[in-house]
């Protein structure tokens, strides 16, 4: 990708229910209320085999103790030493947590943003078609060509709660699954970045 | 997958050119010749979003300092408390190389054996078809049908040596591609488990 000409541009958004949101120790991110799966959610956004996808911004949810929520913002056309290990990645978001925030993105890292805001504020921003992603959804295979500048919604091992559901249900675009199989988030990521990769 | 019927097998293997053959520190994964790549990999064979493939069957060639050879047999069916954070797997595979070993498969955790062998042998050993992945392979789509059963063979971020290739060439049934782009040895795993399980 590197130096490729970006066609259209991918939005993944993760949902962490318990992804804290006050710096945590690196040698135990699955205590940090899951941090390791958004950690992966992040790699699998963002790395391709020798290079990072320009086309690919990475928002994380954090939802945990000790609140309010905060969102973190990466933007692969501007991230700079960022290794696709998750203590690499952890690091990156834990530095994020340690910086004073308020409603306005700043910056902790390049191409890394965060926010105090919730998911709803973030929504009533974002412009791009919305996407959800749940097994009762339409084939990603039979609809992928409509998924260009699409927001990809996902939620971590918890799912998505109700109220939150409810939201992202009124503003989707599309319904679609990706697998007969429940997966992973990082894995669903990987599967859509592989279906848009094949549209060329 | 739990309690599901098993139709057919899954055999990944991966090839850790520096992958280091003692035990190492779990905070610096990627200086012990990119275990990090190696847990990672293993995550994705193994992990469903709650639960464990039980028909999978991963095999890690860590071909490092200061050698020789040993290789990490780990089985879907037989694996307990394993998560799928690179720490935690980590983990498991520092224990495995804490052991004496020889030739002979010996158990390190439940589902996890090691021995002192090298990738020719156990190819010697191997009686499934051997499908090996290249870019300029045929796309996955269009045999999957024919990937039941099938050993996966994948090199790390240094692909696979001139000598290790010519030998898998000559034992392989397919040379097949998953993406247009050049893919993580993880990520390859993770769209290899999709195709299959669409297969019903």
Chains 1, 2 share one sequence.
């Not at 000409?5 to 992804?19: E, H, S």
């Not at 989707?172 to 859509?192: E, R």
Request: glycine fraction near 8%; charge should be neutral.
């Amino acid at each position: 990708m590197n130096g490729a000409t970006i066609t259209f541009m991918r939005y993944f958004l993760v949902i962490g229910n318990d992804a804290v949101t006050e710096p945590f120790h690196l040698n135990g991110l699955p205590n940090a209320g899951r941090m390791d799966i958004l950690c992966r959610c992040t790699a699998q956004s963002l790395f391709l085999s020798h290079g990072i996808r320009r086309d690919v911004v990475v928002y994380l949810v954090l939802k945990g103790l000790p609140g309010p929520t905060k969102i973190i913002k990466i933007r692969g056309d501007e991230v700079r030493s960022m290794a696709p290990d998750e203590r690499n990645i952890g690091g990156l978001i834990r530095k994020a947590l340690g910086m004073d925030v308020d409603y306005y993105w700043k910056k902790s890292s390049p191409g890394i943003y965060i926010a105090q805001r919730n998911f709803p504020s973030l929504l009533e921003d974002i412009s791009h078609k919305i996407v959800y992603l749940r097994e009762d959804g339409k084939d990603v295979r039979e609809v992928a060509p409509l998924l260009k500048d699409c927001l990809f919604i996902l939620g971590d091992h918890r799912g998505v709660v109700k109220d939150t559901e409810e939201l992202i249900l009124e503003k989707s675009s599309f319904l679609i699954s990706l697998s007969p199989l429940s997966l992973q988030a990082d894995q669903c990521i990987t599967l859509l970045n592989s279906e848009l990769d094949r549209l060329g």
